[in-house]
T-cell receptor, first 114, second 116 residues
Framework: GAVVSQHPSWVICKSGTSVKIECRSLDFQATTMFWYRQFPKQSLMLMATSNEGSKATYEQGVEKDKFLINHASLTLSTLTVTSAHPEDSSFYIC??????????FGQGTRLTVV | AQSVTQLDSHVSVSEGTPVLLRCNYSSSYSPSLFWYVQHPNKGLQLLLK??????LVKGINGFEAEFKKSETSFHLTKPSAHMSDAAEYFC??????????????FGSGTRLSIRP
């Protein structure tokens, strides 16, 4: 099977600090990874598409300077929430695309900004 | 253009009774359709997928779904609910030969509760 690991699974940080979330495809190479945000009791909202070796493509309304995405290798993409504020508190989920066939999702990261 | 509608935000059934979670889609071409399950504070797990093969798709944990083109539906069913089925379920539509998740459309989700 295909496994996507997301770390950390939960994090609490102070307002104004930055938080990095990692998304790894453990047993396959993923040229494309995706980052989603999920508000309580709502569906997933695509934030950005991350391609290995190039700049991420952000969806409309997502601040690229606030949500920094880096996809340095075929197995790792990172999302950094910069200068976090309480309104950034959310559940963040990544997915990795395997051979243009199917997306596999990480277990998610619960971010709480206090 | 594509869209997906989950008709019920919350479904509650008794343990041992059938489960029906409804999903309707709209697509200008033959889509691929998926059902995912999400347990609290967890990621998404694929239950089953339809990709233009058999219209009745069997998934994990006893779930199945039937693609009905005439009704543009892809309802999820299970003959007998188990307490562990309590979770959030998402119906997802994407273009055929899945090529980019930016074209994936998530339904709003249906929360399934199981009564003892």
């Amino acid at each position: 099977g295909a496994v996507v690991s997301q770390h950390p699974s939960w994090v609490i940080c102070k307002s104004g600090t930055s938080v990095k979330i990692e998304c790894r495809s453990l047993d396959f190479q993923a040229t494309t990874m995706f980052w989603y945000r999920q508000f309580p009791k709502q569906s997933l909202m695509l934030m950005a598409t991350s391609n290995e070796g190039s700049k991420a493509t952000y969806e409309q309304g997502v601040e690229k300077d606030k949500f920094l995405i880096n996809h340095a290798s075929l197995t790792l993409s990172t999302l950094t929430v910069t200068s976090a504020h309480p309104e950034d508190s959310s559940f963040y989920i990544c997915s990795a695309e395997k051979e243009n066939t199917e997306a596999f999702f990480g277990q998610g990261t619960r971010l709480t900004v206090v | 253009a594509q869209s997906v509608t989950q008709l019920d935000s919350h479904v509650s059934v008794s343990e041992g009774t059938p489960v029906l979670l409804r999903c309707n889609y709209s697509s200008s071409y033959s889509p691929s359709l998926f059902w995912y399950v999400q347990h609290p504070n967890k990621g998404l797990q694929l239950l089953l997928k339809y990709t233009s093969a058999a219209t009745l798709v069997k998934g994990i944990n006893g779930f199945e779904a039937e693609f009905k083109k005439s009704e543009t539906s892809f309802h999820l069913t299970k003959p007998s609910a188990h307490m562990s089925d309590a979770a959030e379920y998402f119906c997802v539509v994407s273009p055929p030969r899945y090529s980019s998740a930016s074209k994936i459309i998530f339904g709003s989700g249906t929360r399934l509760s199981i009564r003892p």
